[in-house]
């Protein structure tokens, strides 16, 4: 069997994590929810007027209480966009506490959850390269099927579109810091390659599990780019590279094709694809392109390309 033990895996060694399995997994978890919990604080702090004013425009207080029509109205408004920006730079403080974490709790060096100065720079431009031929790809093969129809946007919003470009950049990275820099190096350092590539992978995709439209296609799309982006990691033995992945990933999907960001909602773009049929195998259904077989097939010939370029270098390394 292949083994793989980057210079990430065996740096975490050193760290105080447990040598049980379960234990890291309940800790992450743990860990995890204390993140979301401080990453609504802000949104919900804005959002909360005008719910409010929504529940008592429809009589929903006192006798009438509706649960389930104020989770939806709660839904609906949290997607704005007004609060969907400020969500995404909340996500910083999944970026803080998976550092913290890792270094004063498990005691780990930041160079064992892929944070190198070398080549920093030059990985980061190359995954923010591969990032948008990914997408472009997936988008490309959705309209030539026939899938997706695309069309240019008027009046488009550019300083929105800035921001959403700062706060994907946030998100990008704080999902690759918490899933893979601390998760998967953690069980990484403790057990087989494949474990901690798998297990943080199908941590990463039932994250979305509350996102509109996820289904069973969804949870395995998402868990082939979490496998994606760990053996990226592995590969290129840093964070840097999936940081910038995961951020144009997102950002070109919903900022430059206008495709709703994992169920998430529409944001400003320069482009707006829609749907052309009603095949939700084909179009992604309610959680929008990634949830389509035309993802699984863009992922599933990434992952090759990684395994393809990990062997070789292997290779290279054995003679």
């Known amino acids: 069997m292949l083994e ?8 975490a060694e050193k760290s105080t994590a447990s040598e049980n399995i379960i ?7 743990a860990v995890f929810v204390v993140v979301m919990l401080l990453e609504s604080v802000i949104p919900a702090i804005l959002s909360m007027p005008e719910i409010m004013d929504r529940i008592t425009e429809e009589g929903l207080i006192g006798a009438n209480v509706d649960t389930q029509r104020i989770t939806e109205i709660s839904a609906e408004v949290s997607l704005k966009q007004k609060y969907l920006i400020p969500t995404l730079f909340c996500t910083v403080f999944a970026i803080a506490g998976s550092i913290i974490y890792c270094r ?8 064992s959850m892929g944070l190198r100065r070398r080549k920093a720079a030059a990985h980061y431009f190359l995954g923010f390269a591969v990032g948008i031929v990914m ?69 990463f995709s039932l994250a979305h599990i509350a996102n509109p439209g ?5 949870f395995f ?23 910038a992945i995961h951020f144009v990933w997102n950002f070109t999907q919903g900022c430059v094709y206008g495709i709703s960001v994992s169920g998430t909602g529409e944001t400003e773009s320069l482009l ?48």
């Open 4 to 11: 793989l033990k980057p210079k990430m895996f065996k740096e």
């Open 23 to 29: 234990i890291n997994i309940l800790i992450f978890l």
């Open 104 to 111: 004063f709790i498990e005691a780990r060096h930041l160079s």
């Open 135 to 203: 997408m472009s790809a997936l988008v490309g093969i959705s309209w030539l099927f026939g899938a997706v129809e695309i069309t240019v946007c008027k009046n488009v919003n550019y300083g929105a579109i800035g921001l959403f470009f700062l706060g994907f950049l946030i998100q990008g990275a704080s999902e690759e810091f918490m899933f893979r820099g601390y998760f998967m190096n953690t069980l990484g350092s403790r057990f087989h390659w494949l474990t901690a590539v798998g297990i943080s992978a199908a941590a």
């Open 214 to 218: 996820y289904n069973l296609l969804v």
């Open 221 to 243: 799309n998402l868990t082939l780019f979490g496998a994606f982006a760990g053996l990226y990691m592995i590969c290129f033995d840093d964070i840097w590279g999936v940081c």
């Open 272 to 319: 707006r694809t829609t749907s052309s049929g009603s095949s939700a195998l084909l179009t992604g259904g309610d959680f929008g392109i990634e949830g389509s077989i035309f993802t699984t097939l863009v992922l599933l010939a990434a992952i090759a390309a990684v395994m393809m370029k990990i062997l070789k270098d292997k290779k290279k390394m054995s003679i």
